[in-house]
């Protein structure tokens, strides 16, 4: 790995921490919202019109059994994408329904206009190219024991980009939702570079100039470490150990830039900005 080339990853890697962090646990509930009782609530997305700015939820989609973890909208498509500490993926419609009625919500989605929020997608209406959840990717986190702490969707709607605990990248297709590429960024990946960086200088071998030596190296390492025990790596989600009002609210994000072809992801050695047509850090 180089600072010029970003590390894909191996899926033949069966190192355990391949695998990343345990999924969140499912008791808890939303920072937003005081359930009246200890499970209800948890996983609800509460959506609200900024029309009316009504307090009430025009729709309550309950899709998830765990807390939400990460949220983005497909605004090209009319679809919402939501992922839980559990690593389980939805896709939802997020269109609003014509000629209906407009009154207000009463948390359930009154209103026939609403009515449609919440709902599977469709390829007519999302611009989704299959049949079964089983011929994409969106088991693959699950399957990895691991869950997205951010999300993000390309402005052109064709991708979208996943940051998982475990601290790979996955890029996938939104028509398909099956993974085009996946960027490594565990620590271990740094190590490797760092410690062939300070073999070439002891050897007296020439080196980047724009790499990152070891003492430097070791100071962000160490901060990488403190943000496992925060929310920034649970999706802003609360557990028994990592709690919001001793960590803060800072969260972990990732982004495309306005023309689709590249993504910007938060690494130990700065933002590296990827073109997603190359694989190659610009």
């Known amino acids: 790995a180089s600072a010029s080339t970003p590390s894909l990853a191996d899926d033949s890697d069966s190192d355990d921490d391949d695998d990343g962090p345990a999924p969140q646990p499912s008791a808890g509930g ?33 899709l998830h059994a765990s807390p939400v973890t990460a949220l983005a909208y497909n605004a090209v498509h009319n679809c919402a994408i939501s992922c839980d500490g559990k690593g389980v993926i939805e896709l939802w419609n997020g269109s609003i329904l014509a000629g209906g009625a407009t009154g207000g919500g009463d948390g359930e989605g009154a209103g026939d206009e609403f009515a449609s929020i919440g709902s599977s997608p469709v390829a007519a209406r999302n ?36 940051y998982g605990a475990d601290r790979k990248i996955r890029i996938l297709d939104y028509a398909t939702c099956n993974t085009v590429v996946t960027y490594d960024e565990r620590p271990k990946v740094y190590d490797k570079m760092v410690q062939k960086r300070a073999d070439k200088l002891a050897r007296g071998e020439s080196v980047d100039p724009s790499g990152i030596d070891a003492i ?3 100071k962000r390492a160490a901060t990488e470490r403190e943000m496992d025990d925060t929310v920034i790596m649970s999706g802003g989600t609360e557990t028994e150990n990592v709690l ?15 023309t689709g072809r590249y993504i910007l992801i938060p690494t130990i050695l700065g933002i590296k900005v990827i073109n997603l047509r190359t694989n190659k850090c610009i």
């Open 244 to 258: 919001m009002r001793d960590s803060g609210s800072q969260l972990l994000s990732l982004q495309f830039d306005p």
């Open 30 to 62: 939303l920072a937003a919202t005081a359930p009246p009782k200890k499970d209800e609530g948890v996983g609800a997305i509460y959506v609200f019109s900024t029309v009316t700015l009504s307090p009430l939820p025009v729709r309550i989609v309950k």
């Open 127 to 162: 611009g989704i190219d299959f049949q079964s959840k089983f011929s994409t990717s969106l088991y693959d986190l699950m399957k990895k024991k691991t869950f997205a702490v951010a999300l993000a969707v390309s402005p052109t709607g064709t991708n979208f980009a996943l």
């Open 216 to 218: 430097e190296y070791g």
